[in-house]
Antibody
Framework: EVQLVQSGAEVKKPGESLKISCKGSGYSFTSYWIGWVRQMPGKGLEWMGIIYPGDSDTRYSPSFQGQVTISADKSISTAYLQWSSLKASDTAMYYC??????????????WGQGTLVTVSS | EIVMTQSPATLSVSPGERATLSCRASQSVSSNLAWYQQKPGQAPRLLIYGASTRATGIPARFSGSGSGTEFTLTISSLQSEDFAVYYCQQYNNWPPATFGQGTKVEIK
């Protein structure tokens, strides 16, 4: 069974750094793209970027380029989303997702349970 | 960036009735269109990909159609568990692979 299990909720202050994780299991982690999707409170879904754990090829939405860093450690089947300096506007639910295709141009077939990030002074 | 526009924003439907949701792309996305369902407090789940292919385990009452710029998700006979928010997503041109703003299907 394919599973994406994300790290727990975080409460941070503006300016702090953060790294959240997503562990994949039940499939070959290095053979599928993993992505991140943001959902701000009461809002819709925003595609942030993707990584191919097999070679760490990473692609970002222009809206998120330079704002976050996506990485992966294939030795432990885990992908990461990190911020170097959080802002209140980063408060949101973050979902990791799996893309089934080789190219990365694809839909999202499995979703993690979400990690709620709250940034408040 | 391709803009995806869903209509209506809210759809009020009685259980057992048919629901028709629309999604329009600002330029052609071929058949590279997916639909997702999100219930309150839950992660979204994949319903339809390739504009018309049901994902594994999705009931036959859900169907998708369209290509190019106009797409439709139809729920043939709404069940209580179908009241949720539905999102379309294009994955033809990216980054980014854009989502529509969602349609909330509520009980009439």
């Amino acid at each position: 069974e394919v599973q994406l299990v994300q790290s727990g909720a975080e409460v941070k202050k503006p300016g702090e750094s953060l790294k959240i994780s997503c562990k994949g299991s039940g499939y070959s982690f290095t053979s599928y793209w993993i992505g991140w999707v943001r959902q701000m409170p009461g809002k819709g879904l925003e595609w942030m970027g993707i990584i191919y754990p097999g070679d760490s090829d990473t692609r970002y939405s222009p809206s998120f380029q330079g704002q976050v860093t996506i990485s992966a450690d294939k030795s432990i089947s885990t992908a990461y989303l990190q911020w170097s300096s959080l802002k209140a506007s980063d408060t949101a639910m973050y979902y990791c997702v799996r893309l089934p295709g080789y190219s990365g141009y694809d839909y999202l077939d499995y979703w993690g349970q979400g990690t709620l990030v709250t940034v408040s002074s | 960036e391709i803009v995806m526009t869903q209509s209506p924003a809210t759809l009020s439907v009685s259980p057992g009735e048919r629901a028709t949701l629309s999604c329009r792309a600002s330029q052609s996305v071929s058949s590279n269109l997916a639909w997702y369902q999100q219930k309150p407090g839950q992660a979204p789940r994949l319903l339809i990909y390739g504009a018309s292919t049901r994902a594994t385990g999705i009931p036959a009452r859900f169907s998708g159609s369209g290509s190019g710029t106009e797409f439709t998700l139809t729920i043939s006979s709404l069940q209580s568990e179908d009241f949720a928010v539905y999102y379309c997503q294009q994955y033809n041109n990216w980054p980014p692979a854009t989502f529509g703003q969602g349609t909330k299907v509520e009980i009439k």
